[in-house]
């Protein structure tokens, strides 16, 4: 059994801050040369692209617990 329920928004918003992570530590490792200014559209649209995820998430997992319409079947009265 789980301990908590998947988000994938909070994936997406780690993968792209560990990104943002890496691109700065080969920076400071001399692995390659790095703007300042890079990294902060990285992490702005990974912080967005993961509001987004979070709130298809949330409509999803609505949806889906939403209890469902049923007609009941009329009586027959004959």
């Known amino acids: 059994m789980l301990r908590h329920e998947f988000q994938p928004g909070r994936l997406?918003?780690?993968?792209f801050l560990t990104l943002a992570g890496i691109v700065y530590a080969g920076d400071a490792g001399g692995a390659w040369e790095t703007p300042w200014f890079?990294?902060?559209?990285?992490?702005?649209?990974?912080?967005?692209?993961?509001?987004?995820?979070?709130?298809?998430?949330?409509?999803?997992?609505?949806?889906?617990?939403?209890?469902?319409?049923?007609?009941?079947?009329?009586?027959d009265t004959h």
């Open 38 to 75: 890079v990294v902060i559209p990285m992490v702005v649209g990974g912080l967005c692209l993961a509001g987004a995820v979070g709130v298809m998430t949330r409509g999803i997992r609505r949806r889906r617990a939403a209890p469902r319409k049923t007609t009941a079947p009329e009586p």
């Open 12 to 15: 997406v918003a780690g993968t």
